[in-house]
């Protein structure tokens, strides 16, 4: 089975990568480096291209000819989303058109999708279930729950396209072997933030927002490690592969911490009191994210296996002071 993987050098794709490779697929990633790094695909070839480099997509896609394809290329930062709305529909929902575009033209119908827990915006009922009202709070959320839509519509029209949405909720952690993880040069993620602040990368770590209505004022996230969302990715090839259903499944483990409770377990397992700040809200955020998990345990039997946050820092911990700043 050959898996064409778009954004396979970023932080998500190259532990899918690395999934798919241990599994036995045969991978190509498709990136364009803006914040992958070559050396974190650790399985197949690599193509540095964009995607809206239709030309290029499209001759890679008529040589490798893939069974299936994983989109993971997209702009990920919801403050960034905010500042700059149109890369984020150029990048998430524009782009994700060309591919269905070259898909369709090249007979490909197996798609699986990097959605997010962004799509349901301040749900009123958490954990949130798949079918909540989407209605996202930012635009990165925006540009994500739009690339839904597309794919819901190209399926209802064709009964040969299918896909499987993974609505990811706060990702972390890194893989065990220390090879690969988080290695962004502008980190904003709560639990990167977190480390290299305790690393003395920067002064101090801002909490964005005590006023929230949660029990201690800030905002809550289901945090799953990465490897965890991986598996997923495999289990949902399977699924696709064999049964063809189109679906969509939230990835989270059905619990939250807040970003005073995550500060407070980094500071455990780093052993270092770090300087926090507390300021204002940041624009963007919900107030409380947390999945339903019954679906993708039910259907695809999934099972998470490091369901666990002091485990999930502890390997982001191991490759913040592991890792060898090279970017590419
Ligand atoms: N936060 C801080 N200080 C920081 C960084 C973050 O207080 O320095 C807070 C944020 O305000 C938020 C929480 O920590 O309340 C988590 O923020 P992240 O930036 O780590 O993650 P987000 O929840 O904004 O977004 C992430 C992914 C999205 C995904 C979403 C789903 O980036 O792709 O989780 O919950 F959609």
Redesign the pocket.
Known sequence: MKILVTGGAGYIGSHVVKALGEAGYEVLTYDNLSTGNKWSVLYGELIAADLSDKETLKKTIVRFKPDAIMHFAAS????ESVRDPLKYYRNNTVNTLNLLDVMLEQGIGKFIFSS????YGNAEKMPVGENAPISPVNP??SS?MMAEKILRDRHLADNDFNYVSL??????GADAGCRIGQAYKAA???????LKTAKGEFQK?????TD?PTTDG?????YIHVDDIANAHILALKYLLDKGRSEAFNC?YGHGYS?RE?IAAAKKVTGIDFEVEE?G??E???SI?IADNTKIKRELGWQPKYDDLEYIIKTAWKWENNFHGKYS
């Open positions: 990920i930062v919801v403050p997010t827990a962004a799509v990165y959320g994500k609505r990811y909720f706060n990702v972390a904003t993620h709560l639990i990167t933030r977190a770590l801002q909490v964005f927002g929230y800030t905002c809550i996230r289901d989270g970003v995550v300021t809200r940041r963007g955020d919900a994210l």
